[in-house]
């Protein structure tokens, strides 16, 4: 296990229930599409349901310390789903997307649909457009708001990489250590019930997208080594 907060057996059963509530989400997506047809009203939901239910279980796994090939595929249907449902409006889980595609290098039809959905949204903020360049470098940022903190602190790593590469993990680790508790976004933990990690793997996509060394970073309780040389 990466992450011994909690024992395995408890681990396990959090994974199990993960499982029920896939298989759960998937069979209500199915049955609307049945009764109701692909264009209902409710389908982006069902697809936003079923990508959260992914990533919890893929969170979990990193945590039970599962490895490259043991989360490829949770991965690559949290990001089916996720892009199916995502309508433009939430850059925390464009972010989400984004640093799992980077991690997995996973690069298919769904994250060009993804882009493109993005590319004729207006007002969009810096810290989601900053996070489509790295992975669609063609990209052209034209946002220049941040609005929290903690998203500004990841546009400020970005964009000191540019020049000082040694000055951007200073400002990670930074991060890391002292405001990605604070960041944390209901669904990655829940009630103590189902705890499954803290883990940033903001920080680990962009150790790898910007070509980081992070070996000042191994050691942070809650950054995902691991996952950020999965694909060395």
Not at 20 to 26: R, T
Not at 95 to 112: A, D, G, P, T
Not at 128 to 133: L, Y
Request: hydrophobic share 35%; net charge negative; charged share 30%.
């Amino acid at each position: 296990m990466r992450d011994s907060t909690k024992t395995l057996e408890f681990y396990k059963k959090i994974y199990e229930q993960d499982s029920y509530l896939i298989e759960s989400s998937e069979n209500d997506l199915i049955e609307i599409v049945e009764e109701k047809g692909s264009d209902f009203a409710t389908i982006p939901d069902c697809y936003r349901d079923i990508a959260h239910d992914y990533f919890h279980r893929f969170y979990l796994s990193y945590t039970m310390g599962m490895n490259y090939k043991e989360l490829l595929s949770d991965a690559s249907k949290y990001i089916e789903n996720a892009c199916s449902g995502w309508t433009g409006k939430d850059y925390e889980e464009l972010v989400r997307i984004c640093s799992v595609s980077i991690l997995f290098n996973i690069c298919n039809e769904h994250i060009e649909k993804l882009i493109k959905q993005a590319e004729s949204r207006l007002n969009a903020l810096m810290y989601g457009e900053m996070f489509i360049k790295l992975i669609e470098p063609s990209w052209e940022v034209k946002a220049c708001k941040t609005y929290y903190v903690e998203d500004k602190a990841l546009v400020e790593v970005i964009q000191l990489a540019q020049s000082d590469k040694t000055a951007a993990v200073q400002r990670l680790k930074k991060f890391v250590d002292k405001q990605w508790f604070k960041a944390l976004k209901d669904g990655i933990i829940s009630p103590e019930g189902c705890y499954r990690g803290f883990w940033c793997i903001e920080a680990a996509a962009l150790v790898k997208s910007l070509g980081l060394d992070d070996a000042g970073l191994k050691d942070c309780k809650y950054y995902p080594y691991d996952m950020a040389h999965f694909c060395d």
